[in-house]
């Protein structure tokens, strides 16, 4: 907490050699977000550099009421959904109700599967799967606030999320071999 106080007051100063700092100690963990929501890896890093802007710009608002990593990766997040909202990839997506009879019914449980192997699934589903995917199950968002988020329809929200399940449980279950994963 010490050094992220100091970090956080150099930035707020302009300091340029807090700024670096700032940088190199998160831009790794926080391009790997960018790139679950953005498929090409030149785009994340755009969305990245616009992202580090607006910390740079907004570190006066950051008020340590939460780590300075979950700020980081809060503003990272919006940035790639401003960015992905101009495409809309959800924009005709079927609601959940029409899908009930194609979408994936039993609950089961992934074994232990190399992280790697299923970040490029999550990287393989259709723009509108991937980010409602992410959002929900990984950054822990409720389909309400994801529609609120996206500006959609809570039912499109959840249609994507099933669909983006029964895609990855079909890409892992065709491989014949879900437990060893890929390196």
């Known amino acids: 907490m010490q050094d992220d106080y100091a970090l956080v007051e150099g ?3 302009q300091n340029r050699v807090s700024q670096r700092l700032l940088y190199e100690r998160f831009a790794g963990k926080l391009f790997v977000l960018c790139k679950r929501y953005i498929k090409d890896p030149d785009e994340a890093e755009d969305v990245l550099q616009d992202a580090f ?5 907004h570190i006066d608002s950051f008020r340590f009421e939460c780590p300075l990593e979950a700020w980081l990766k809060r503003i990272v997040i919006n940035t790639a959904l401003k960015e992905l909202r101009k495409n809309k990839p959800w924009e005709n997506a079927a609601d959940v109700q029409e899908m009930a009879p194609v979408l994936p019914q039993a609950d089961e449980s992934l074994p232990t599967l190399n992280y790697q192997y299923l970040l490029q699934l999550i990287q393989e589903l259709p723009a509108g799967c991937r980010t409602i995917f992410n959002l929900y199950a990984i950054e822990g968002y409720t389909h309400p606030e994801i529609a609120e988020l996206l ?4 039912g499109t929200s959840k ?3 099933a669909r983006a399940r ?3 449980q079909q890409k892992l279950f065709s491989d ?3 437990a060893q994963g890929r390196s």
């Not at 802007?53 to 710009?57: A, D, F, G, L, Q």
């Not at 500006?151 to 809570?154: P, W």
């Open 53 to 57: 802007v607006k910390i740079y710009r």
């Open 151 to 154: 500006d959609i329809a809570e």
């Open 159 to 161: 249609s994507q999320y």
């Open 176 to 178: 014949g071999h879900p």
């Open 166 to 168: 029964g895609l990855l």
């Open 11 to 13: 930035c707020r100063q």
